[in-house]
């Protein structure tokens, strides 16, 4: 069963900086990945897909990268504002499955 | 607007005593499914469904019941609610199993 890490689990910057987020899967066998942001009473909201053909895929200062051989990959946020304070999942669907499997998050506080 | 709309936002109930967590979605997706989201847990799948009348169970089924009659619904039904229920849950709807997935915004559902 496929396994999906996110580390750190929490993280606190300043305005500005640009930061990555990581993620790590155990079975290299994916279909796409999918990064989502998570809003508190707002539910999730898609950010970036990747297809395992792809090396990466970029939405505005939102970047994220896929290294499916090594089971990683990075979402890079450029130039972070307060608004971007949340926490970021992702998730990787399987070539042979029917769900995506999530992993736990990295909550992400930026300060002003 | 493209969503798909879960009720309620929040429930308190008594175990034992049924309940049903709606789900509708307005983009015509085949694809539907439930999680629940608990602390260091993630969001695990706990039933999806390709198309109409085809449903299927996800990583953690028991104690859930679905049913998909038309293509736009999906109701999540708790026949006999107990307190290891208590959970975040989340609707979610794609064109495909693997495709952009849009999320409801959750329901809180606390059994006593």
């Known amino acids: 069963k496929q396994e999906v890490t996110q580390i750190p689990a929490a993280l606190s910057v300043p305005e500005g900086e640009n930061l990555v987020l990581n993620c790590s899967f155990t079975?290299?066998?994916?279909?796409?990945l999918q990064w989502f942001r998570q809003d508190p009473g707002k539910g999730l909201t898609s950010l970036l897909l990747?297809?395992?053909?792809?090396r990466e895929q970029t939405s505005g200062r939102l970047n994220a990268s896929l290294d499916k051989s090594s089971g990683r990959s990075t979402l890079y946020i450029a130039a972070s504002q307060p608004g971007d304070s949340a926490t970021y999942l992702c998730?990787?669907?399987?070539?042979?499955?029917?769900?995506?499997?999530f992993g736990t998050g990295t909550s992400l506080t930026v300060i002003p | 607007e493209a969503q798909v709309t879960q009720n309620p936002r929040y429930l308190i109930t008594v175990t034992g005593k049924k309940l049903t967590v709606t789900c509708s979605q307005n983009m015509n997706h085949e694809y539907m499914s439930w999680y629940r989201q608990d602390p260091g847990l993630g969001l695990r799948q706990i039933y999806y469904s390709m198309n109409v009348e085809v449903t299927d169970k996800g990583d953690v089924p028991e104690g859930y019941k679905v049913s998909r009659k038309e293509k736009r619904n999906f109701p999540l039904i708790l026949e006999s609610p107990s307190p290891n229920q208590t959970s975040l849950y989340f609707c979610?709807?794609?064109?495909?199993?693997?495709?952009?997935?849009?999320f409801g915004q959750g329901t809180r559902l606390t059994v006593v």
């Open positions: 990747i297809q395992s053909s792809q």
């Open positions: 979610a709807s794609s064109f495909l199993g693997a495709t952009e997935a849009f």
């Open positions: 998730a990787v669907y399987p070539d042979t499955g029917n769900q995506f499997y």
């Open positions: 079975d290299s066998a994916i279909y796409n």
